[in-house]
């Protein structure tokens, strides 16, 4: 047995109102129908996948995380900027180009879930927007099978 393709994620909301808001408006994501399940769960599309968002007030995980490509990283960066989501902390950068020229950028949910925002190639985006991008390279360098190390395969590049 093969697993195809990943479906869905799940993640947890504490206000599902305001979830649903951020993940539609921030990232344009489609309301679909949902089950009636004994707790209250929102699902979402966003391409071919799905997003569901379940109602429980729990502590959001420190690291775990979803990663989102973006058809503007730059208007992305800049919708972080304004509302105050970019998460410098999370893993030590802003933006953090990788050692096959991804990009890739944190910001946290309403309920504190950790999303990565990912762009194909540094070398398109506008300096001037995004200001500094950290090297992952400069931070620690980056040597055998790290160094080929690819977030986008052959094509799945986003543009």
Same mark, same amino acid.
């Given at each position: 047995m093969r697993a195809?393709?990943? =479906?869905?994620?799940?993640?947890?909301? =504490?206000?599902?109102?305001?979830?649903?808001?951020?993940?539609?408006?921030?990232?344009?994501?489609?309301?679909?129908?949902?089950p009636d399940f004994s707790q209250h769960v929102e699902w979402l599309r966003l391409g071919e996948q799905?997003?569901?968002l379940f109602l429980r007030e729990t502590p959001a995980p420190e690291f775990h995380h979803i990663a989102l490509d973006?058809?503007?990283f730059e208007a992305a960066y800049l919708k972080a900027q304004e509302l105050g989501l970019l998460?410098?902390?999370?893993?030590?950068?802003?933006?953090?180009?990788?050692?096959d020229r991804a990009?890739?950028?944190?910001?946290?949910?309403?309920a504190g879930n950790l999303v990565e925002i990912d762009w194909p190639d540094v070398t398109t985006l506008d300096?001037?927007?995004?200001g500094t991008i950290r090297r992952i390279e400069d931070e620690r360098p980056q040597t055998g099978e790290a160094a080929r190390a690819t977030l986008y395969h052959a094509g799945e590049r986003v543009s």
């Amino acid at each position: 047995m093969r697993a195809k393709r990943l =479906n869905h994620v799940s993640i947890h909301a =504490n206000d599902m109102e305001e979830s649903l808001r951020f993940y539609i408006d921030v990232f344009g994501m489609e309301r679909l129908p949902s089950p009636d399940f004994s707790q209250h769960v929102e699902w979402l599309r966003l391409g071919e996948q799905q997003l569901h968002l379940f109602l429980r007030e729990t502590p959001a995980p420190e690291f775990h995380h979803i990663a989102l490509d973006v058809d503007d990283f730059e208007a992305a960066y800049l919708k972080a900027q304004e509302l105050g989501l970019l998460d410098e902390d999370a893993f030590g950068a802003g933006v953090r180009e990788l050692p096959d020229r991804a990009v890739q950028m944190y910001i946290r949910d309403p309920a504190g879930n950790l999303v990565e925002i990912d762009w194909p190639d540094v070398t398109t985006l506008d300096r001037s927007v995004i200001g500094t991008i950290r090297r992952i390279e400069d931070e620690r360098p980056q040597t055998g099978e790290a160094a080929r190390a690819t977030l986008y395969h052959a094509g799945e590049r986003v543009s």
